[in-house]
């Protein structure tokens, strides 16, 4: 009995000392006596992790390896990117189905003239909507297009387009041998632009023209992304940066692409020779989080017509933000990507969005100005 007397004894103490020493919050944390609480917004220094950034708006679960967004459906992850080259001829504007692309490369091909290559992450996603005019293939874009090993779309081609695609065994899409339900002509289109500019096709015929030739459809390597992105979006992180909310971009006399900073939205968005370049499917104006502007040693193929864009390596601009950093860029073998760095070598970190690249020539006329 005075053993157990003894014991509750000490039991009292030692909760009259606790009692002393400290108290808890409202919500059960001990807080010790000594210790002044501050307010929520004054915490500094927490030993506790730091809560997980949030997620895209359009979060889905699925990282889209092209822009970096949350917004890939589960079913395209891990599979084949899908391109479509497009016309950008003045006869032959809008196209459509551009405002859908996740990426978008935009290079010469003769006499002035520029053709889009759109890149598609998630075709299901694009679906019925229509996508054109589409036009034939050049060696450039069929070396792009190798490099992300791609389903490339396209109508016809040049000889050596053909021989490159033959060679390398593309897995390609081409509506000069599949018409209809996979490629059709718009009768709007043939009777008012021509019908060069009539070609057209939709994410849904893509999709069933690969499954068609038994195209493989999963990426070699699932867990490829374009870019190195960059969470943060800060794009100092690149190095030292230029104000650049406005940017010129002009491939010949023919063809200028502009873009201007829209800071409400955080994008650039296109002009096309001085006009808002928009898109015919909704009359939206594109816009694009990012802009890579590289140049690249051009020269004709045998024919002096058909020119041929060098792809090795050389220097650039990445724009984001207002902002102008200058990059390296290099692809080497054919079946490379095009690999972006800082002027260091790293890896360019790219803040999630869809991307604009233009290739232009290293001499004049081609020439690129921002301010």
Not at 35 to 60: M, N, W
Not at 109 to 119: C, H, L, N, S, W
Not at 310 to 317: D, F, H, L
Request: one cysteine or more.
């Amino acid at each position: 009995m005075k053993r157990l007397i003894s014991l509750l004894a000490v039991i009292s103490l030692c909760v009259c000392l606790l009692a002393s020493c400290g108290g808890k919050k409202d919500d059960g944390e001990y807080v010790p006596a000594d210790t002044t609480v501050s307010q929520p917004e004054d915490q500094t220094g927490s030993d506790e992790a730091d809560p997980e950034p949030p997620k895209d708006p359009d979060y889905t679960g699925v990282v889209n390896p092209i822009t970096g967004l949350y917004n890939l459906t589960p079913d395209a992850a891990g599979k084949r990117f899908y391109t479509m080259m497009m016309g950008n001829s003045n006869e032959g504007i809008p196209q459509q189905g551009t405002s859908n692309a996740d990426m978008i490369f935009e290079m010469l091909v003769e006499g002035g003239i520029t053709r889009f290559m759109a890149f598609y992450a998630d075709i299901d996603k694009v679906g019925d909507t229509v996508i054109g005019s589409c036009r034939s293939a050049r060696t450039n874009f069929v070396s792009t297009a190798i490099g992300y090993d791609v389903i490339f779309g396209h109508y016809g081609g040049s000889e050596s387009g053909y021989d490159m695609i033959k060679n390398n065994k593309v897995s390609d899409v081409d509506g000069l041998y599949y018409s209809q339900p996979y490629f059709w002509r718009d009768a709007a289109r043939k009777k008012n632009l021509g019908m060069e500019h009539s070609a057209m096709t939709s994410g849904t015929q893509m999709r069933a023209l690969a499954k068609k030739k038994k195209y493989r459809m999963d990426m070699k390597n699932p867990d490829y992304t374009v870019f190195t992105f960059n969470r943060d979006g800060d794009i100092t992180a690149n190095g030292t940066t230029s104000a650049a909310t406005k940017v010129n971009v002009k491939f010949s006399g023919y063809m200028t692409s502009a873009f201007n900073y829209n800071e409400e939205s955080g994008t650039y968005l296109k002009l096309r020779n001085g006009k808002a370049h928009i898109d015919g499917n909704n009359n939206k104006q594109l816009e694009f989080k990012n802009l890579i502007v590289i140049s690249d040693f051009h020269s004709y193929e045998a024919d002096k017509l058909h020119l041929v864009v060098e792809q090795k390596s050389g220097t650039g601009y990445y724009f984001c933000d207002g902002k102008a950093v200058k990059i390296k860029w290099s692809k080497g073998k054919l079946s490379n990507p095009f690999k972006f760095t800082k002027e260091d070598g790293s890896d360019l970190l790219v803040t999630p969005g869809k991307t604009y690249v233009a290739v232009i020539r290293t001499k004049a006329p081609s020439e690129l100005t921002f301010s």
